[in-house]
């Protein structure tokens, strides 16, 4: 079998010395690993830590959720109960919105944005920002639903997905 990991120095192969980019996924991907066993209200504490951030980053930088969220204080701990009362962003609001849903402060640790659109198949094509740390996430979660139904990860994998304004050689590696 070969190994999941390439090593990044000759001569070691197991365990193997991975690039920081794959050591940062792999330990992500251990935090997530250990975490799905922990008990219910532990992995909700954490997770309502998040949002609690996430909600006065978003009052803070983005438009649309200091109107969105003027109700809600910023000092205001969420919890399951209090998760109820966010309003939720449906698709209309989405295109409506358009860059008030935009970020003004972005910290330069989420690295370079860039725009997706969805190809409007519904009739109503909708614009996003993705940012690196996004990728980064997809990435980690992609390796954990791989790790999850035991693919080979030695093996090719083929994805299709659709870039805009990418020629096909762009689209490879």
Known sequence: ???????????I?????????????????FQLEQSQWWPVHE???FQFRQLNFLIRYAKQYVPYYRDALSGI????LFDSESWRELPVLTRDDLQRAGAALRTKGLPPEHGKVYLQRTSGSTGKPVETMQSDMNRFFWNVLTLRDMHWHRL?????IAVIRHLQNLTADQKGG
Do not use: F
């Open 73 to 76: 204080s910023v000092n205001q």
């Open 43 to 45: 992995l909700q504490r």
């Open 13 to 29: 192969v197991w365990p193997a010395v991975p690039t920081r980019q794959a050591a940062n996924r792999l330990g992500t991907l």
């Open 152 to 156: 080979d990860m030695s093996k090719s």
């Open 1 to 11: 079998m070969d190994l999941p990991v390439n090593s990044t120095v000759e001569g």
